[in-house]
């Protein structure tokens, strides 16, 4: 059994001296190790760049659409990780997922508003206590209520500090109060000069040139792009302008895409969250995604400014670079726009590793990995051992080609209501490799079960198949036990409600969805009780079990 989270704190932290002192040694006696695995310092450096809203297929190896030929190199000449999730389709809490390597239901960030809790212990402070020198620059985003001043301040595990309130914004531009937009650099105001994505590469190359030298570093960058409003740098305003951008075939709104859809997802199509009224507005969302890919564009450029300077000053070889997403995005899927629902385009993300003779060059791995895998990553590369309140894994095994036959075989996705975007419900999913099944709280609305290696789009909702049943009642039992949190409890956040939040229609388009034909009963049809069944008993007798 795990220790509470104190406990496993405060373990950790007297393990941390001896694993790094065992790693170093080992090292020290090795003749294997190759050089690119032991710089001078005898820990790997670790730059990590998360991007915001990036989706899976946002990258030029992805969608031949795109120009992105830095991210491309990171996935034909580092490891392309396939399958790669966000626990959480949102920024804040995806991001305290990064940070604390647990599930959302552990760490609290329930939504952008809430900030972490107090005493809660970032994944850098361990590398700090193992003598590296660790940056935070860019967005940081949690506490957004807490408003300008405090959710940007210096946070824990951070020997430099670079970030900004909210979300940021992309251009420089004075403020309803006279002064113009700043950036928090340890603790001090500094206005915001020029394009945001190329002025946190301007700060993350000077921070890496004036650095301790004596010791190893660790960067986390995290841009503000691509989040919408979506405003590419200047040299990127043309690009993609004579392409035609394909329409998701679930975007229409017809039978076919509405059958088996939950009613809130129909309904959603008329919301701000909907291509029907996005944003409660008449946006093209074509066109916006074409707003997407040219933002993009400076994160591609900023990552080969980073590349280039770790080749001028030969710290290559003894660098891991890797980029990540923080959440999907939708452009019209079942409907929809953004992200918060756990359909594939919303949780999956790009993730890839670079590290030249450290990592195998054009590996690609399909095993599924998550957001919350990433702090215990980064630890095992700097020998530093994980604390046993992490929710997630290393997958460094099998970033190196080696066999992991204890990986897992699949992961919880939630998400919980907020009421100033009220469409989305609260949901709960398991994703296996071959299957997703959706649950949604508090709303009286289907399930889902797609069969993701037949229906990769998640067009065809198996829920009420008689077939797939036994899947149905397994993964549901399998989703209620990992949706317990640290102390072995079931609970449904949520916070102060200040507003009606986004509830408006659009009067002249998709109309509300109609109930599921199957509900639809006549007094005295068999069967209307029973759904005080358990479903397993609906399973054949070999099949049942107690």
């Known amino acids: 059994m795990k220790s509470t989270k104190a406990n496993a704190i405060q373990t950790s932290r007297k393990m941390l001296i001896l694993g790094v002192s065992s790693l170093l040694a080992l090292f020290s006696q090795s003749s294997l190790v190759q050089a690119a695995e032991k710089p001078e310092n005898g820990k790997r450096n670790i730059i990590y760049v998360l991007t915001d809203d990036q989706r ?46 647990q599930y959302m239901h552990n760490h609290g960030v329930v939504d952008n508003n809430k900030p972490a809790r107090e005493g809660t212990i970032f994944f850098p402070e361990y590398l700090q206590d193992a003598g590296y020198q660790t940056a935070f620059i860019g967005k940081w985003h949690m506490g ?92 990127h305003e043309k690009l993609y302008e004579d392409i035609k951008l394909p329409v998701p075939a679930s975007q ?4 076919e895409n509405r059958k088996g859809k939950p009613m809130w997802v129909q309904n959603q199509r008329n919301s701000w969250h909907g291509v029907d009224f996005p944003y409660h507005s008449a946006l093209d969302v074509q066109s916006y995604k074409k707003q997407y890919h040219r933002a993009i564009s400076a994160v591609d450029d900023s990552l080969g400014r980073i590349l280039a300077w770790l080749d001028e000053n030969d710290l290559t070889d003894s660098t891991t670079v890797i980029l990540m997403g923080d959440n999907g995005f939708m452009f019209g899927e079942h409907g929809l726009i953004d992200k918060r629902n756990a359909y594939e385009e919303s949780m999956r993300v790009p993730l890839l590793a670079y590290a030249p003779g450290y990592l195998e060059g054009g590996k690609i791995v399909t095993e599924m990995v998550a957001n919350i895998d990433i702090a215990p990553t980064l630890l095992e590369m700097a ?3 994980s604390p046993e309140h992490f929710d997630g894994e290393s997958f460094l095994d099998l970033a190196k080609g080696k066999e992991n036959g204890k990986w897992r075989n699949e992961f919880l996705y939630e998400y919980y209501w907020e009421f100033n975007y009220p469409s989305t419900p609260t949901t709960f999913a398991l994703r296996s490799d071959n299957f997703k099944i959706i649950q949604y709280h508090g709303v009286w609305d ?89 479903d397993k008993k609906r399973l054949p007798k070999k099949q049942q079990t107690k």
């Open 144 to 235: 957004e209520a807490a408003g300008h001043g405090v959710s940007d301040m210096p946070q824990n595990g951070f020997d430099y500090w670079l970030s900004f309130p909210g979300q940021g914004i992309y251009y420089p531009k004075t403020m309803p109060n006279g002064k113009p937009y700043t950036f928090n650099i340890n603790g001090k105001r500094v206005p915001q000069t020029g394009y945001i994505t190329d002025e946190l590469t301007d700060y993350s190359i000077d921070w890496l040139t004036s650095r301790d030298e004596s010791k190893p570093f660790m960067l986390y960058l995290s841009h503000k792009a691509v989040h919408s409003d979506f405003s590419p740098a200047k040299r």
């Open 56 to 101: 899976f297929d946002e990258l030029g190896v992805m969608n031949p659409i795109l120009n992105t030929p830095n991210m491309d190199k990171l996935a034909n000449e580092g490891v392309h990780f396939k399958n790669a999730f966000v626990t959480t389709a949102l920024c804040s809490p995806s991001r305290a997922s990064i940070l604390t390597g």
């Open 383 to 385: 020998g530093v051992e």
């Open 446 to 534: 289907t399930e889902e079960l797609y069969d993701l290696k037949n229906d990769p789009r998640e067009m065809n909702n198996l829920i009420n198949d008689p077939k797939y049943l036994p899947i149905v009642v397994e993964m549901r039992a399998k989703l209620f036990k990992l949706l317990a949190n640290n102390k072995g409890e079931h609970t449904v956040p949520f916070t102060e409600k200040f507003s009606s939040g986004a509830v408006y229609r659009e009067q002249n388009r998709s109309k509300a969805a109609e109930f599921p034909e199957h509900w639809l009963k006549e007094d005295g049809e068999d069967g209307l009780r029973n759904f005080m069944k358990h």
């Open 252 to 255: 229409a709104d017809t039978p």
